[in-house]
Antibody
């Protein structure tokens, strides 16, 4: 059974940093493309960042480029999102999801809440 | 960046009736569109991929169509569990993805 479990969400001050984790099980993590998607309170879904299956490429939405970094540790089956220079508009539930090429996001975690506020 | 625009923002439908949701891409994305359902407090669930292929376990009352820039999700006979928010998404340039703004299907 595929499982994705996010952690690391917290209340952080503007300008601060936070690292989210997503621990994966039930599939070959090292061969899989992964994504982070966020949802601000009462708003729609916004793709944030993606990691190619072979690990060679990373991708970011314009809104987070230069501030967020996606990475993974295949020995721990864990995906990370390092978030720096956080802003109020980064407040959201952050989901990690497995991306099946030419299919879409076929498995999702339950999400972790990041609140940026003073 | 490809912008996905969904309409309407809210759709009021009676149980048993048909619901038709629209999604337009700002440029051609071929058939590389997925649809998701999200209920309050839950993660989204993949319904349709390749514009028209149902994901595993999705009931036949859900169907998708379209290609290029115009896409449609149809729910043939709404059940109580179908009242939710629906999002389209393009993955023509995966891993870069974009979502539409969502359509809320509510009980009339």
């Amino acid at each position: 059974e595929v499982q994705l479990v996010e952690s690391g969400g917290a209340l952080v001050q503007p300008g601060g940093s936070l690292r989210l984790s997503c621990t994966a099980s039930g599939f070959t993590f090292g061969d899989s493309a992964m994504s982070w998607v966020r949802q601000a309170p009462g708003k729609g879904l916004e793709w944030v960042s993606g990691f190619s299956g072979n690990g060679d490429y990373t991708y970011y939405a314009d809104s987070v480029t230069g501030r967020f970094t996606i990475s993974r540790d295949t020995s721990k089956n864990t995906l990370y999102l390092q978030m720096n220079s956080l802003r109020g508009e980064d407040t959201a539930v952050y989901f990690c999801a497995k991306l099946q090429p030419w299919v879409g996001l076929d498995y999702w975690g339950q999400g972790t809440l990041v609140t940026v506020s003073s | 960046e490809t912008v996905m625009t969904q309409s309407p923002a809210t759709l009021s439908v009676s149980p048993g009736e048909r619901a038709t949701l629209s999604c337009r891409a700002s440029q051609s994305v071929s058939s590389n569109v997925a649809w998701y359902q999200q209920k309050p407090g839950q993660a989204p669930r993949l319904l349709i991929y390749g514009a028209s292929t149902r994901a595993t376990g999705i009931p036949a009352r859900f169907s998708g169509s379209g290609s290029g820039t115009e896409f449609t999700l149809t729910i043939s006979s709404l059940q109580s569990e179908d009242f939710a928010v629906y999002y389209c998404q393009q993955y023509n340039n995966w891993p870069s993805l974009t979502f539409g703004g969502g359509t809320k299907v509510e009980i009339k």
